[in-house]
T-cell receptor, first 113, second 110 residues
Framework: DTAVSQTPKYLVTQMGNDKSIKCEQN?????MYWYKQDSKKFLKIMFSYNNKELIINETVPNRFSPKSPDKAHLNLHINSLELGDSAVYFC????????????FGPGTRLTVL | GENVEQHPSTLSVQEGDSAVIKCTYSDSASNYFPWYKQELGKRPQLIIDIRSNVGEKKDQRIAVTLNKTAKHFSLHITETQPEDSAVYFC?????????FGTGTSLTVIP
């Protein structure tokens, strides 16, 4: 009965590599999000996306790019990984096309060495 | 844009006591205020929410109050239990963007 799922759960990689994190929701929601949670536990929104609009947090480096093959999936691709990218990344979804209750995935802990 | 401030950043209470976490927001257009609980190593999960047409909402031991005039809302947990220990996040949205507070780490001491 998994509602929002992410893979992988853990990701350890070297600086400079390119990696992707996958997210899927089976709730029929219209909007999906990516958040970064750093070591201080701050939840920072990176992107929100519905089938019409991509909203990008202007502070997110362009090395990060969301890719949505369909309404149920929003993957996060990261180029040229840096040490500071180490964090837990959460995918989330919400019903409708306006910001509302967020349902979070289990998170992906990314460690860049 | 919206600015959500949350206090305190850490809170320790004795089991059975009450805990109160407060948030302020800046955008009067914000109309939805959820609270999330994040246990260690887990995902944030919604525990209670309130919309701008309501002043107070209660669900068993947790309650949320909203003061639109002062632009602040609070989470109240009564009869705290060790399993209430977690990080709590408030959030605000006007329907366009979601803004989270910086989190409160609550520890309930048995």
């Amino acid at each position: 009965d998994t509602a929002v799922s992410q893979t992988p759960k853990y990701l350890v990689t070297q600086m400079g590599n390119d990696k992707s994190i996958k997210c899927e929701q089976n709730l029929g929601h219209d909007t999906m999000y990516w958040y970064k949670q750093d070591s201080k536990k701050f939840l920072k929104i990176m992107f929100s996306y519905n089938n019409k609009e991509l909203i990008i947090n202007e502070t997110v480096p362009n090395r990060f790019s969301p890719k949505s093959p369909d309404k149920a999936h929003l993957n996060l691709h990261i180029n040229s990984l840096e040490l500071g990218d180490s964090a837990v990344y959460f995918c989330a979804s919400s019903p409708g096309t306006t910001a509302d209750t967020q349902y979070f995935g289990p998170g992906t802990r990314l460690t860049v060495l | 844009g919206e600015n959500v401030e949350q206090h305190p950043s850490t809170l320790s209470v004795q089991e059975g006591d009450s805990a109160v976490i407060k948030c302020t927001y800046s955008d009067s257009a914000s109309n939805y205020f959820p609270w999330y609980k994040q246990e260690l190593g887990k995902r944030p999960q919604l525990i209670i929410d309130i919309r701008s047409n309501v002043g107070e909402k209660k669900d068993q031991r947790i309650a949320v109050t909203l003061n639109k005039t002062a632009k602040h809302f609070s989470l109240h947990i009564t009869e705290t239990q060790p399993e209430d220990s977690a990080v709590y996040f408030c959030a605000a949205t006007d329907g366009n963007q979601f803004y989270f507070g910086t989190g409160t780490s609550l520890t309930v001491i048995p």
